[in-house]
T-cell receptor, first 111, second 111 residues
């Protein structure tokens, strides 16, 4: 069955440090992959998506993600985090017109 | 464009009461979704619709009903609310597999 795994429930990073959030998926065909961000008390916002082509995709707010088929991964990165990046991040894979969601990773920023 | 809007933002119900949550989108999207989000459970799909007049069950449909009489609106009904339905409810819409757009959420407390 298709699934998405985000192995880290929480990650703490110092402001200004680099960030990598992990996402692994299980999907037979070429996946449509997404990262969403949810700030406290807010809805989910689409950060970036991958369908095909260049395996490094750029998103909003300075985030990028790299699709690695051999590792079934789609990790999210940011070179330097800001306090405003504190939020929960969700990875998802499209199955027909539904999304299979990871459990989320909560990002905590240390001042 | 307002995007996806949800009404109400917050509601308190007593066990056994009924209510309807309204989702509206102005992006002419075919697909609409209702999710619930609970701590530690991530996002779970309740019902979805692939077009006007159509609905389908998601992962956790019991206790909920939906209707999509107009393309821009997707209603979620609770006929007899239970404390287990205390949650944050999100509506989303999409045009294709290229990502879903979320509303701000409705916080529901069932006493």
């Amino acid at each position: 069955a298709q699934s998405v795994t985000q192995p880290d429930i929480h990650i703490t990073v110092s402001e200004g440090a680099s960030l990598e959030l992990r996402c692994n998926y299980s999907y037979g065909a070429t996946p449509y992959l997404f990262w969403y961000v949810q700030s406290p008390g807010q809805g989910l916002q689409l950060l970036l998506k991958y369908f095909s082509g260049d395996t490094l995709v750029q998103g909003i707010k300075g985030f990028e993600a790299e699709f690695k088929r051999s590792q079934s991964s789609f990790n999210l990165r940011k070179p330097s985090v800001h306090w405003s990046d504190a939020a929960e991040y969700f990875c998802a894979v499209a199955l027909n017109y539904q999304l299979i969601w990871g459990a989320g990773t909560k990002l905590i920023i240390k001042p | 464009n307002a995007g996806v809007t949800q009404t109400p933002k917050f509601r308190v119900l007593k066990t056994g009461q009924s209510m309807t949550l309204l989702c509206a989108q102005d992006m002419n999207h075919e697909y609409m979704y209702w999710y619930r989000q609970d701590p530690g459970m991530g996002l779970r799909l309740i019902h979805y619709s692939v077009g006007e007049g159509t609905t389908a069950k998601g992962e956790v449909p019991d206790g909920y009903n939906v209707s999509r009489l107009k393309k821009q609106n997707f209603l979620l009904g609770l006929e007899s609310a239970a404390p287990s339905q205390t949650s944050v409810y999100f509506c989303a819409s999409s045009y294709s597999r290229e990502g879903q757009y979320f509303g701000p959420g409705t916080r529901l407390l069932v006493l």
